[in-house]
């Protein structure tokens, strides 16, 4: 089992910043990518940045310049630089680890609530 403790939403003006961080403790496998999802109101959810295995990372097109992912893979902590926020960026914020090896398994966090409004 796998747990998470996420932290660092709020609320906080246009133009202003929040670091998201996420703490996975638990029988994680060896090889695994870890992200940060979000979904707002009446949404689907959507993914907001990777960071994989290998140490790449990906942005949604929407949050590129703007939001850094970043972490700590030998104590899978995973962290979101988000500058520059908007309103469209309100949402609940989810933790993500898709385990490649030894078995493919999703684990998800229990998401933090972003708002960002004058």
């Known amino acids: 089992q796998v747990q998470f403790v996420e932290s660092g939403g709020g609320s906080v003006q246009p133009g202003g910043s929040l670091r998201l961080s996420c703490d996975a403790s638990?029988?994680?496998?060896?090889?695994?990518?870890m992200a940060w999802y979000r979904q707002a109101p009446g949404k689907e959810r959507e993914l907001v940045a990777t960071?994989?295995?290998?140490?790449?990372?990906n942005y949604a097109d929407s949050v590129k310049g703007r939001f850094t992912i970043s972490g700590d893979n030998a104590k899978n902590m995973l962290y979101l630089q988000m500058n520059s926020l908007k309103p469209e960026d309100t949402a609940v914020y989810y933790c993500?680890?898709?385990?490649?090896?030894?078995?493919?398994?999703?684990?998800w966090g229990q998401g933090t609530q972003v708002t960002v409004s004058s």
């Open positions: 638990g029988r994680i496998g060896s090889i695994y990518d």
């Open positions: 960071m994989y295995n290998g140490g790449s990372k």
């Open positions: 993500n680890v898709d385990q490649h090896f030894p078995d493919r398994k999703e684990y």
